[in-house]
């Protein structure tokens, strides 16, 4: 009897030569293109340059991380240089951007006056968990934060795996009970979900990652104090607009609503 050694279906990856060429950029590849622009505004390296090669080859990671392996001469180099000349073509005449793909000018309007430390912080981020597990591990919930939000899809995923472990979600919140005579409530706006919900509500609160997104590292522990525990409502106004709120600027507009 012949005998079948091809994996199993589930375990195949994705056919090669099969993306199409002119895939418009994700978000974390524009944030790659800007950083490489600001690194050199002066002077772009040549489209056959190793900073033009590790650019590519970064992006086709992303690509393969957000939708399985690309095809072989996907984003070259070349091709890749003109995506950050879109950068130029944005800092020299402002003019331009309706003529600019869209997400260019998202990423060009939240960064493009920042100092390319800033920038290079989320593009290193964004480097080094391409490759995480972790970033594959969830399909699209980022989605959910995301609605008005510029920010990049990888670390988002990262960010939402780390707040959904369970098992750290379970430790947290029996952490929180023992330090609070066994209640569980919002720690920016005290809402108790087992008040206001008698019994049905009993054990439920959200878990939030506190760190920021470009602090974020493929494989790290998450720690107990990486976690704050909020209603849904105080999790959902943090990751509504960009920057994400952290817990003192989430403070700061409750405060702002009890002032009135
Ligand atoms: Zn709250
Ligand atoms: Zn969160």
Redesign the pocket.
């Known amino acids: 009897m012949a005998r079948n050694n091809s994996p199993p279906a589930l375990y195949r990856s994705p056919k090669a030569n099969s993306t199409p060429k002119n895939v418009p950029l994700s978000q974390d590849e524009w944030i790659l293109c800007l950083e490489v622009y600001l690194r050199h505004r002066g002077r772009l390296p040549k489209g056959n340059s190793r900073e033009m090669h590790e650019l590519s080859e970064s992006m086709r990671r992303i690509r393969a991380a957000l939708a399985g392996k690309p095809a072989e001469h996907f984003r070259p180099p070349y091709g890749v240089l003109r995506r950050v000349q879109e950068f130029q073509y944005l800092d020299r005449d402002p003019e331009c951007a309706d003529k600019k793909p869209k997400r260019a000018c998202d990423v060009w309007n939240v960064w493009g006056e920042k100092p390319h430390a800033t920038v290079a912080q989320i593009a290193e981020a964004i480097k080094k968990c391409i490759v995480a597990e972790e970033v594959q591990a969830v399909g699209d919930v980022h989605l959910e934060y995301n609605y008005h939000v510029v920010e990049s899809q990888i670390l988002t995923r990262v960010?939402t795996v780390r707040?959904r472990n369970q098992r750290i979600v379970i430790l947290k919140k029996e952490k929180f009970q023992d330090e609070n005579k066994g209640r569980l409530f919002c720690e920016a706006c005290d809402f108790d979900f087992a008040n206001r919900y008698p019994r049905h509500g009993d054990g439920y609160i959200e878990c939030?990652?506190i760190k920021p997104l470009s602090e974020l590292r493929p494989g790290e522990e998450t720690a107990l104090d990486d976690l704050a525990l909020l209603c849904s409502n105080c999790?959902r106004m943090?990751?509504y607009r960009r920057p994400w709120l952290d817990m003192r600027g989430l403070e700061q507009v409750l405060n702002r609503a009890d002032a009135r």
Do not use: A, D, I, T
């Open positions: 960010h707040e939030h990652h999790h943090v990751h």
